[in-house]
């Protein structure tokens, strides 16, 4: 893809005239020598090369074809949690510097934000753990995995820790696989500001929960319901669904559960 490769050949410069991989690899004692400007470009123009270009999205009408801004991740990695792998996604955000000229704009770097995300290499493995016999090979066979994975490939899930992403996913696929067999796990409500009222299954949230993809979840979060006190919660949502699980405090055991459609406008 053109523009991100003239992103990466750009971050690979950012202003320098010899190549990154020209360059003889970085020691200690020169980073100490150059001044903070060369370092810089120096150090970057290494990172550059390990930086996955996003495929751009069509434009959707929203301030025409001008470039806004552009993802890049990291290779995964393992993230401490068998079957789940991790990766840095770096935005870098553009600005114009020139007349507006549609997808013909010149523009500039702004900004760069950083996050990390986390992405599910096996499923299997994260809602039934198997006891590994070694710890130490098992966790460099992840390392390995999660090393040969592509996270482009895979629906990354924001999260604030692995821990998190494991615990709503097992929670959910226990209660989505109750619903696939055609019971309630747990008490249901079909809205989430329902969760103060006493939960009653409906027909329509058993068939929601049922349709529910744990490989479309996008957004991992546990919560604290003010309507249901004293009761720690997870959050799970697609591009269509809001899933919420409440558990016994000091345990996993999910207590109830509501789901609610989310409208989409564009």
């Not at 060369?38 to 751009?56: I, S």
């Not at 999205?57 to 001008?66: L, Y």
């Not at 697609?238 to 789901?259: C, H, K, N, Y």
Request: net charge negative.
């Amino acid at each position: 893809m053109r523009g991100a490769a003239t992103l990466l050949l750009a971050l690979a410069a950012i202003g320098a005239a010899v190549p990154a991989s020209a360059q003889p690899p970085l020691t200690h004692a020169e980073a100490r020598r150059l001044p903070p400007d060369r370092l810089a470009r120096r150090v970057f123009g290494d990172l550059a090369r390990t930086l996955l270009p996003v495929p751009l999205a069509a434009p959707n009408g929203w301030g025409g074809d001008v470039l806004r801004d552009m993802l890049f991740l990291t290779p995964a990695q393992y993230a401490g949690e068998a079957g789940l792998c991790a990766t840095d996604q770096l935005v870098v955000r553009f600005e114009p510097v020139g007349p507006l000229d549609g997808a013909d704009t010149p523009v500039r770097a702004r900004r760069m934000e950083l996050s990390t995300e986390y992405f599910v290499r096996d499923l299997g493995r994260i809602v039934a753990p198997v006891p590994a016999e070694d710890d130490e090979e098992e966790q460099r066979r992840e390392e390995r995995a999660c090393a040969a994975a592509d996270p482009r490939s895979f629906t990354r899930i924001r999260a604030q820790e692995g821990a998190i992403v494991v615990q709503g996913l097992r929670l959910a696929s226990a209660v989505i696989r109750a619903a696939r067999e055609g019971r309630a796990l747990v008490p249901i409500a079909c809205r989430l500001d329902d969760s103060e009222r006493e939960a009653s299954l409906q027909p329509d949230c058993l068939a929601d929960i049922a349709a529910l993809r744990l490989d479309r979840v996008n957004l991992i979060g546990d919560c604290y319901d003010p309507a249901v006190p004293g009761t720690p919660c997870f959050d799970l949502s697609d591009w269509s669904t809001q899933l919420r699980i409440w558990v016994r405090p000091g345990s996993q055991e999910p207590v109830r559960a509501a789901i609610e459609r989310v409208i989409i406008i564009t």
